[in-house]
């Protein structure tokens, strides 16, 4: 199964946010493309976009801009959220209801 890992950046205003995540939805849906809206980042008007495939995610960028982000950061922040699983399973043990 393929997940989520290609992602965009853009800038998107509180003002502008509605209007132009409908504009991404229906887009996405007039060509049939699964797609993520990321959580923002607190007290910032970065959000992320994921895609299953590259070329889709390429595609976005070419009709609404923002940035690719890069694979490896992706993937150091996957890492980080298996070790921050494991840190809380091995609390859990330790500290059991």
Known sequence: MMGFDHQVEMKLTAKDAAGRLRRIESWCADWEISFRVLDRFAGSETIRIAFEDQ???RAFIG?????LVDDREIEQAM??????EDAYERLA?????
């Open 79 to 84: 890492s980080r959220d298996v070790a921050d």
């Open 93 to 97: 043990r330790e500290y059991p209801d």
């Open 55 to 57: 070329r889709l995610a």
């Open 63 to 67: 009709h609404f801009g923002g940035v």
